[in-house]
């Protein structure tokens, strides 16, 4: 596994299945051009620019260089690296035949192809250090943000404080939760001893 500081994004989900098997790092999925009217999504991009910078990890087609462009072009402040993948030729295994312009997605790429990429790109995975004592689902848990009564509602309060999209899954709250806060630290902000 490749640790990765930034967050990275990509088109969809089956390209952050791929990346997940092969990297440790937020990945968020734009939905292809649905990012272009998703505020949320657009909102948490440009947070994480901010907070641990992003890579942009799109297919190498037209449609991934559009949506790479529109990216960049929210993004105002904070860190934006682009790691281009090759153009390579073929179908994706799942699919019927070939893309648009037959060339294979993030999904498509192999291992060795996709590490190329980040090193390519500059993005050092050595240098990120291991995070001490992180929250975990059972912190989660014990904290009534998972599995009781009212712990939908909880999550939604918590993200609102944080500034956080609405719809983030608690999965998705968790990693962002570690990129921002030991357990300690969210145990303080939970007992409003600390500024959030």
């Known amino acids: 596994m490749i640790r990765i500081k930034q967050a990275i994004i990509v088109e969809g989900r089956y390209d952050k299945i791929r990346l997940s098997s092969l990297v440790e ?5 734009t939905n292809g051009f649905g990012l272009y009217k998703d505020k949320e999504t657009a909102e948490l991009i440009k947070a994480l620019a901010k907070k641990t ?3 942009i990890l799109t297919d190498s087609d037209s449609a991934g260089f559009q949506i790479r462009s ?5 993004v105002k402040e904070g860190e934006v690296i682009n790691c281009y993948i090759p153009d390579i030729y073929g179908k994706e295994r799942r699919k019927d035949s070939p893309s648009k312009e037959g060339k294979l997605g993030v ?3 192999t291992s060795e192809a996709l590490v190329e990429a980040f090193r390519r790109a500059g993005v050092l995975a050595d240098d990120v250090p291991e995070r001490e004592n992180p929250i975990t689902k059972s912190d989660l848990m014990e ?9 939908a509602e909880r999550r939604r309060e918590l993200q609102r ?3 956080l999209p609405e719809r983030l899954s608690a999965n998705m709250l968790l990693e962002l ?17 600390q500024q959030i």
């Open 53 to 55: 910078g992003i890579i």
């Open 143 to 151: 904290l009534g943000y998972i599995g009781a009564e009212n712990s």
């Open 107 to 109: 999904e498509g790429m």
């Open 25 to 29: 790092a937020i990945i968020i999925p």
């Open 70 to 74: 529109h990216i960049k072009n929210i």
């Open 161 to 163: 404080r944080l500034g």
């Open 177 to 193: 939760l570690n990129v921002n806060y030991t357990l300690e630290e969210f145990k303080r902000l939970e007992a409003g001893e």
